[in-house]
């Protein structure tokens, strides 16, 4: 049984930092796309960010690029996002997510996630 464990989250002030784990079991993830997704109160989930198997190509929603930095252990199974300088907009619950595709694939298509974390809250207060 798959399982994507995510962690990290918390309250945190509005220019902090935080730093988001998500721990995948259950099978091997050779050649997946690892990423995030986030949902606000009252808004759809969005696009995050995602990572290559290799970790060679990124990629980012235009609000967090320069302030959000994904990346992947993939001896532990593990992708992390390393947020700074938080802002209140960033508020949401942020979910894993593990796909076949491509970077832009997961961007552009949810509805092609395999996996999905349980998610973990992220309050930035201003």
């Known amino acids: 049984q798959v399982q994507l464990v995510e962690s990290g989250g918390g309250l945190v002030q509005d220019g902090g930092s935080l730093r988001l784990s998500c721990a995948a079991s259950g099978r091997t993830f050779i050649s997946y796309t690892m990423g995030w997704f986030r949902q606000a109160p009252g808004k759809e989930r969005e696009f995050v960010a995602a990572?290559?198997?290799?970790?060679?190509?990124?990629y980012y929603t235009d609000p967090v690029k320069g302030r959000f930095t994904i990346s992947r252990d993939n001896a532990k199974n593990t992708v992390y996002l390393q947020m700074n300088s938080l802002k209140a907009e960033d508020t949401a619950v942020y979910y894993c997510a593990v796909n076949k595709g491509t970077v832009q694939a997961m961007a552009v298509n949810p509805r092609l996630i395999d996996y999905w974390g349980q998610g973990t809250q992220v309050t930035v207060s201003s």
């Open positions: 990572i290559s198997w290799s970790g060679g190509s990124t």
